[in-house]
Nanobody
């Protein structure tokens, strides 16, 4: 089993920055791709960013490209999401996800493990 715990959310004004962290524990040696998803009230969970096992390959949603950066530190078992130039539409609960494969999936389906989420609120 793998446990994921997110941190770093909060309230920020538009144009500000936040860095989210996701700490993994348990069977961390088996973790492959990791990703961030978000969900706003009344909306479905949507893809934000994904990073490969080694950290060398990343992908972000078009809505956050140029503003958000995903990275991981495998020595510490942590994945980060650096969020700059935040907009009110970035508001939502941000979830960290992981699976044991290598697919850089942008849909929730292959991700076996999820954190409980951290709230990000961007005021205008």
């Amino acid at each position: 089993q793998v446990q994921l715990v997110e941190s770093g959310g909060g309230l920020v004004q538009a144009g500000g920055s936040l860095r989210l962290s996701c700490a993994a524990s348990g069977r961390t040696l088996g973790i492959g791709t990791m990703g961030w998803f978000r969900q706003a009230p009344g909306n479905e969970r949507e893809f934000v960013a994904v990073v490969s096992r080694g950290g060398g390959s990343t992908s972000c949603a078009d809505s956050v490209k140029g503003r958000f950066t995903i990275s991981r530190d495998n020595a510490k078992n942590i994945v980060y999401l650096q969020m700059n130039s935040l907009k009110p539409e970035d508001t939502g609960v941000y979830y960290c996800a992981a699976h044991f494969g290598t697919a850089m999936s942008q849909i929730p389906d292959p991700y076996n493990y999820w954190g409980q989420g951290t709230q990000v609120t961007v005021s205008s």
